[in-house]
């Protein structure tokens, strides 16, 4: 299965140690170059993570477009839209809403890190999302209040 992984699900599950949860739904993922590159500009989340062996790092190959999805999305979103494309990925891994709608308005199949929270408790992953949830905010994840309380709702935890 192909998984192309945006920046920010990387660091989020990265930063409660959880980023097992991508290798254990994918196998493997594919991050685009530019994804490594965010990532790697400075010390933090998923910057010694990232360099697992199920990780592959992959240049795209559609430069012309990349400039076309830059005037509404940034470096990572971009080349995570087009990589996906590119390789006919069965996911796209992206959480910010504008490469979100980009991503279903091209018609790949998109997921974000809260989904596949819900998915690691059905699967018996994770016992709870809650603690893990308040761990992302804890450590400068965002997510809206209403997000948080509708996933908590739909994993039966409120």
Same mark, same amino acid.
């Given at each position: ?5 945006? &920046? &920010? ?128 905010? &804890? ?20």
């Amino acid at each position: 299965m192909k998984a192309v992984v945006n &920046t &920010t699900p990387l660091i989020s599950l990265a930063c409660v140690g959880r980023l097992d949860l991508l290798q254990r739904f994918f196998g493997g993922i594919i991050v685009p170059e530019a994804v490594y590159q965010e990532i790697k500009a400075k010390p933090g989340y998923a910057y010694v993570e990232i360099d697992q062996p199920w990780i592959e790092i992959r240049a795209i190959e559609g430069r012309v477009y990349k400039q076309f999805l830059l005037s509404q999305l940034d470096s990572g979103e971009a080349e995570t839209i087009l990589l996906a494309q590119e390789i006919q990925a069965d996911f796209v891994v992206i959480d910010e809403n504008r490469g979100y709608r980009v991503a279903r308005q091209v018609g790949l199949p998109v997921v974000r890190t809260l989904s596949l929270l819900l998915r690691a408790k059905e699967k018996g992953y994770v016992v709870q999302i809650k603690p893990i949830l308040e761990e992302m905010i &804890t450590r400068g994840r965002w997510y809206s209040p209403a997000v948080c309380q509708a996933i908590l709702s739909e994993a039966g935890e409120i």
